[in-house]
């Protein structure tokens, strides 16, 4: 059974930085995609960042630039480095990875942007 587990998420200044770790572990299964997504409360999941097998990449507009997507595929682990964080970043951040068309998700990690 696949699981993903989200680390790295916490409280930070606005203007910070902070990086999340996605793990996958309990399979060899290399995901097609790897994605963050976030729910802030009250509002909709969002898609923030994906990267394929291939580090093709895509952001939502809302962290072009100011936020990196990377993977190593060996150790089936992905990340997400936000940097200039801003208080409407504040959400619950969730690792997707999509295999064969099965969407697999992590419990997800807190991040606050507060002063």
């Known amino acids: 059974q696949v699981q993903l587990v989200e680390s790295g998420g916490g409280l930070v200044q606005p203007g910070g930085s902070l990086t999340l770790q996605c793990e996958a572990s309990?399979?060899?299964?290399?995901?097609?995609?790897m994605s963050w997504y976030r729910q802030a409360p009250g509002e909709q999941r969002e898609l923030v960042a994906t990267?394929?097998?291939?580090?093709?990449?895509y952001y939502t507009a809302s962290v072009q630039g100011r936020f990196t997507i990377s993977r190593v595929n060996a150790r089936n682990t992905a990340y997400l480095q936000m940097n200039n964080l801003k208080p409407e970043d504040t959400a619950v951040y969730l690792c997707?990875?999509?295999?064969?068309?099965?969407?697999?998700w992590g419990g997800g990690t807190q991040v606050t942007v507060s002063s």
């Open positions: 997707h990875g999509l295999h064969f068309g099965n969407d697999f």
């Open positions: 309990g399979s060899n299964v290399i995901f097609e995609t």
């Open positions: 990267i394929t097998t291939g580090s093709h990449t």
